[in-house]
């Protein structure tokens, strides 16, 4: 990587060994999205994801060797982009990094990543009152679909 956003920031896909410390970073983002969670539910998802890497990937930033955030990406398929996709699930940067530019170099390397996997199409939701992601995304070349995400949980565990 060429520009000087990504010397700030060590970006490796994550691995077994980083759970405890990811859950943690995770577990911050969650209460600031105010998203319902257990820490044994993202220690699951965490170790689901790991076991099949075929559904997705996990990045983790590191200044320094201290982790500094992350990314979660899944993957898809879709007929409108011939092919695979994937979904931005999750992209957090910790507070005492933030406007270095670890955003960006995280940003990057998902859709570096994605690239090697084939991915046609990378997708997102941010919401509406984080004006920063907003900015971030929109300078990356992301721009809003008229369409509306809807949800529908199958698991009756998730609220």
């Not at 930033?61 to 201290?66: F, L, Q, R, T, Y």
């Not at 007929?79 to 955003?103: C, P, Q, S």
Request: charged share 25%.
């Amino acid at each position: 990587m060429s520009d000087d956003t990504d010397s700030i920031a060590d970006i490796r896909p994550a691995t077994l060994d980083d759970a405890d410390t990811i859950v943690r970073i995770m577990e911050v983002f969650n209460a600031h999205e105010s998203i319902a969670y257990t820490s044994e539910g993202l220690h699951q998802s965490y170790r689901d994801l790991m076991a099949h890497p075929e559904w997705g990937a996990l990045l983790l930033a590191e200044v320094g060797g201290v982790p500094a955030g992350y990314a979660v990406t899944s993957y898809g398929f879709d007929f409108e982009y011939r092919g695979r996709d994937a979904f931005l699930n999750e992209l957090f940067v910790v507070d005492r990094y933030r406007t270095r530019g670890i955003g960006k170099a995280l940003l990057r390397a998902v859709e570096e990543h994605c690239r090697a996997a084939g991915v046609k199409a990378l997708h997102l939701i941010v919401r509406s009152d984080n004006a920063s992601a907003q900015i971030l995304y929109r300078r990356n070349g992301f721009t809003f679909d008229p369409r509306l995400l809807m949800n529908k949980p199958l698991d009756t565990d998730i609220a």
